[in-house]
């Protein structure tokens, strides 16, 4: 039951953020972003499903309407996990003519992206094939996160990575190396590598090298 209880959450999210396939982009990427996070923090978690599958079909009836679009440069956020003060990477990017189309990070599309096998005999190792096989920097080789990457990519005409790195998670910041080669080199698209902290005191620093990053995407575009 607690299976497929996550299972049908995994599956409502997923259906929310594939909302951002859309072009424009029917919301901010801001707001997406908090309701995947509040969607972790709710008790009643049984009604979750219903309540997020109701924000999306919400979502889809007024961008259909013409009522809320969000232009802009279209923007996959990866790396760390994001979330109080890291929020700062979000806004930079927002106020500065981008829009956050995907989240690959732990709150975003990696933790959504696979489903556990109802259907295998063994619940335990149905949830360890589930689990190990999520692309975390953890997890060496991390084939997995590639491939993920390549297909949100490709499903929300991104074009451009910003990959947020805390500055105490070592497997991440080693493993940008790697994702910065795939990124220029197999897709061809702009990469922004920002290292920070859960503060605000180096805002002013992030939102200069993201507007510069964002302009360059936007005037080659051009």
Do not use: W
């Amino acid at each position: 039951e607690a299976i497929k209880l996550n299972n049908s959450i995994r599956k409502a999210l997923k259906r929310l953020y594939e909302v951002m396939k859309l072009q424009p982009a029917p919301i901010s990427g801001m707001d997406l972003h908090r309701v995947l996070m509040g969607s972790k923090y709710r008790f009643d978690f049984q009604n979750t499903p219903e309540i997020v599958n109701q924000i999306t079909d919400q979502i889809l009836k007024q961008y259909y309407e013409g009522k809320i679009k969000k232009e802009g440069v279209r923007i996959l956020v990866t790396g760390c996990p994001i979330g109080g003060d890291t929020e700062k990477v979000i806004k930079a990017i927002e106020d500065n003519g981008g829009v956050v189309v995907a989240f690959e990070s732990c709150s975003g599309a990696k933790s959504m992206d696979r489903l556990i096998d109802e259907e295998d005999p063994d619940p335990y190792m149905a949830m360890a094939k589930r689990y190990l096989n999520i692309g975390c920097a953890i997890m060496t080789p991390n084939d997995c996160r590639i491939d993920l990457i390549n297909r949100l990519i490709e499903e929300f005409h991104v074009q451009g990575i910003v990959e947020m790195i805390l500055s105490g998670c070592h497997s991440a910041g080693i493993e940008s190396s790697s994702m910065r080669q795939f990124v220029n080199e197999e897709k061809n698209i702009p990469y922004l590598m920002v290292d920070t902290t859960y503060s605000s005191a180096d805002y002013g620093q992030i939102n200069t090298r993201i507007g510069a990053f964002i302009e360059m995407i936007a005037e080659t575009g051009e």
